[in-house]
């Protein structure tokens, strides 16, 4: 019998709950994955750099769509981290790697399939988009996004398991490593001489570092054994969910370069270098950080799965307060760090530089959004909002207006659709989650 003055029976377990929350990440841990989300973001940017200099901007507009697809296609496969994130998380916490005597299917074997079917797909598809976005290098550039697709497929996997099996440490150093063998790549080709085509290819080749992680660590080795929370074929259904939400999140977060070739006339993309470097600049001191702890996102999440959309008010109103921050100031200093980093070579205006800014809040509000649909379980929800968004980025690029101008409001109308739906498919989960958990 329930009296009224006492405590409802559920406080108990909403405290268990709660105390899970702590457990995610411990504050040595999230230091190392905050250093290593810096160090991924500070050689990115260093990469970036090397490449504007390097480059003349015409130069740099090919190479910036390029950057674009094969980040587009990594993007693609960060569905594979994001779900096997959840799906061991899922696993080690419910006790779910099996049905009767029969084990789960292995997280790494489900990424590597995956992976197989994406670079398949790239070369089947080819005729379609690679003669505008590879050009005459065609015949080199799309067997390096095929083979990078597989090798990264393996990352993406390894990443995943290590964030839901919480092991940070691996984590941070897959994330931090991968971002700076691929600077040193780079580095070296440049000073070799090498011209466009070897820094685009230089640029896909850590794609392979996760594989000198397992044949050194033991750790590695025992994330790329985790199973998932389901048998086969569901769990490779919603791996696919996941990897078309992150179809729609590459494109709109690196891919967005290509999208632009396919919407901008020739005269625009041979002016657009300045324009195309700005996204990509803006974004980073965001995007990369919170790309980087996403795994501790998803993992978070999947602890606080009663709390429903309250988890996720605070982190969103953090990052739209920086990009308020970093609006204001990407508009005041914009102009002058760009001169200082490119001297003569690309005049962007202060309003663009903080539109993009503030814009770049909006993606990272849509990702959390989006990851804290996928720790619920509203897989069709997650999707959901990212195509949508994506939709109507890609329509708002079709206005009759100015290139910079349709390129700032596809940036903020997308991320703002697409959140709205990543909110309403949180509340739904959130009622089930809740009703599942008195």
């Known amino acids: 019998m329930n009296l009224p003055w006492k405590k409802p029976a559920t406080v108990p377990s909403m405290r268990a709950a709660e105390a899970s929350i702590d457990r995610t990440i411990s504050t040595k841990s999230a230091s190392g994955v905050g250093a290593a989300s810096i160090v ?32 587009g296609v990594f993007g693609v496969l960060s569905g594979i981290q994001s779900e096997t994130t959840r799906a061991v998380r899922s ?22 399939l995956v992976g197989t079917i994406l670079a398949v797909l790239v070369v089947l598809s080819s005729w379609l988009w690679a003669p505008s976005v590879l050009g005459s290098k065609t015949p080199w550039l799309l067997p390096t996004l095929a083979v990078a697709a597989i090798a990264y497929s393996g990352h993406s996997a390894l990443a995943g398991a290590a964030a839901g099996r919480q092991d940070w440490t691996l984590y941070s150093k897959l994330m931090g490593a991968e971002a700076l063998v691929r600077l ?43 199973r998932a929370d389901a048998p086969s074929s569901a769990y490779l259904k919603q791996t696919g969910h996941a990897v078309l939400s992150s179809s729609a999140t590459a494109a709109l977060i690196v891919g967005f370069p290509v999208i632009l070739s396919f919407t901008s006339t020739t005269e625009e993309l041979t002016t657009a270098g300045g ?85 770049a809040a909006l993606m990272a509000i849509l990702t959390l959004t989006g990851t804290a649909a996928l720790a619920v379980g509203m897989h069709r929800g997650y999707s959901a909002g990212w195509v949508s968004g994506t939709v109507v980025s890609l329509l708002c690029l079709l206005l009759p207006l100015p290139l910079s101008v349709r390129t700032a409001v596809a940036l903020a109308a997308g991320p703002a659709v697409g959140a709205a739906i990543h909110v309403a498919a949180i509340f739904r989960g959130g009622r089930t989650v809740a009703t599942a958990h008195p």
Request: hydrophobic share 60%; aromatic share 8%.
């Open 275 to 359: 324009l195309l470097l700005a996204i990509q600049l803006t974004r980073a001191p965001i995007m990369v950080p919170l790309q980087a702890f996403q795994g501790v996102a998803i993992s978070s999440f999947v602890n606080q799965r009663h709390r429903g959309i309250r988890a996720l008010v605070r982190p969103a109103a953090l990052c739209l307060a920086v990009g308020m921050v970093g609006g204001i100031g990407a508009g005041l200093l914009g102009p002058w760090l760009m001169e200082l980093l490119f001297p003569g070579k690309y005049d962007v205006p202060a309003w663009l530089l903080s539109t993009l800014t503030f814009d």
């Open 184 to 226: 040193a790549i780079v580095g070296a080709v440049v000073l070799i001489g090498v011209g466009l085509l070897g820094l685009e290819v230089a640029c896909a080749l850590a794609a392979f570092l996760w594989l000198l992680f397992l044949l050194l660590s033991p750790a590695a080795r025992r994330a790329a054994a985790a």
């Open 91 to 112: 696993a080690e916490t419910l006790g779910a790697n099996h049905v009767g005597n029969r084990p789960h299917p292995t997280v790494m074997a489900n990424g590597l």
């Open 40 to 71: 991924a973001a500070a050689a990115g940017f260093v990469v970036l750099v090397i490449a504007g200099n390097h480059l003349r901007p015409e130069e740099y507009a090919q190479f910036s769509v390029f950057w674009g697809a094969l980040f």
